[in-house]
């Protein structure tokens, strides 16, 4: 498996284009090949930063797969996210939790508004 340490290469290479995962349907399609991928980045930092751009971006329920590169993540030292990181998680986890009462379309990138719903 080559290895990669760049972040724009990986995304040049493979074609990405993150303006092009906006819409959640077109992260599913990629979904699988990002996280095979994503396994390649040496870098745990820039690992972290496309998983954190992934989270942003993907469809609730998230897949097993996701759930297992996330807690893989988690658990290095160090991060220069790691804020960022557990807070993108903590939002999943929110959307998830929403899901269950049928709630689909809700901005929940606006923390303070999830709070004030959440009360």
């Known amino acids: 498996m080559v290895c990669i340490d760049d972040l724009g290469y990986f995304l040049s290479i493979n074609r990405i284009d993150l303006a092009l995962l ?3 349907s077109l992260v599913a399609l990629w979904e699988s090949r990002i996280l ?3 396994d390649c980045i040496r870098n745990v ?3 972290v930063d496309v998983l954190i751009e992934f989270m942003r971006r ?7 797969g996701l759930e297992a590169l996330i807690k893989k993540c988690s658990t290095e030292q160090n991060l220069r996210r790691r804020e960022e990181f557990q807070e ?3 939002l999943l986890q ?3 939790m929403l899901l269950r009462y049928g709630i689909k379309n809700f901005n ?12």
């Open 94 to 96: 929110m959307r998830k």
């Open 58 to 64: 993907t469809a609730v329920p998230w897949s097993d």
């Open 36 to 38: 095979i991928l994503v």
């Open 22 to 24: 906006e819409n959640s």
């Open 45 to 47: 930092d820039s690992r």
């Open 88 to 90: 993108q998680y903590r």
């Open 108 to 119: 929940i990138s606006d923390s303070t508004m999830v709070k004030g719903r959440v009360k």
